[in-house]
């Protein structure tokens, strides 16, 4: 599978620690950032990034990692198409992708440790989505939001 991840200066050792750990997966891993530490990055310019990777197809998910999580899944969830939910459980990140098709995961590298990490990341790349009817339903209605709304 091939992963977009990024991290601003909050998440960038944990983000490069789960690279290294899907690569060494097999896994194909599109790193769009940060590459060099910097406590003056911003956390919206690597959601950004990391969402449009997704939505354009050039990977197929995406690990957004900062401080809290809460600021890079705010700010992923703001491009039309993607779905990021901030995951500190296993069961929320493996059920985000069967029931609501989350296709970005987002992490706080301050809030979690590296093996939680590890195993959260796991859970997300080896989920699919259900496609119930009962989810693809709700799907839809997310979409219609995603169309009425995003152009305000």
Known sequence: MRIAVGSDHGGFALKNEIA???????????DVGAHAFDPADDYPDFARAVGLAVRRGEAERGILICGSGVGASVA?????GIRAGLCHDTYSAHQGVEHDNMNVLCLGARVIGSELAHELVRAFISARFSGEERHVRRLAKIAAIEKELMSY
Not at 20 to 30: C, F, P, S, V
């Open 20 to 30: 290294r750990m899907l690569a060494g997966a097999g896994h194909d891993i599109l």
């Open 76 to 80: 992923a969830n703001k491009l039309a």
